[in-house]
Nanobody, 125 residues
């Protein structure tokens, strides 16, 4: 089992920045990739970014590419999401995720077997 706890959400004006952090505990040695999904009211959950734990290779949704940066610290078992140039459409609950294997692809929510409780990000216009 792996437990994930997010922090860093909040309210920010459009154009501002926020950094989300996620701390993993438990069987963290078994994780292959970590990432972030988000869900806005009335919308489906969508992929934001993912990072391969061993190589640091990062992958992003087109909607956040160039604005968001995902990073990991394997020694601390943490993953972070630096969000710059935030837009009102970035408003959502952001979930930290991790998986022990990639079965459906990094952008597919079915790949991830562990999810955090979510943290709210609100971007005002």
């Amino acid at each position: 089992q792996v437990q994930l706890v997010e922090s860093g959400g909040g309210l920010v004006q459009a154009g501002g920045s926020l950094t989300l952090s996620c701390a993993a505990s438990g069987r963290t040695f078994s994780t292959y990739a970590m990432g972030w999904f988000r869900q806005a009211p009335g919308k489906e959950r969508e992929f934001v970014a993912a990072i391969i734990r061993s190589t640091g290779s990062a992958y992003y949704a087109d909607s956040v590419k160039g604005r968001f940066t995902i990073s990991r610290d394997n020694a601390k078992n943490t993953v972070s999401l630096q969000m710059n140039s935030l837009k009102p459409e970035d408003t959502a609950v952001y979930y930290c995720v991790t998986t022990t294997a990639v079965k459906y692809g990094l952008e597919d929510a079915r790949t991830y077997n562990y999810w955090g409780q979510g943290t709210q990000v609100t971007v005002s216009s």
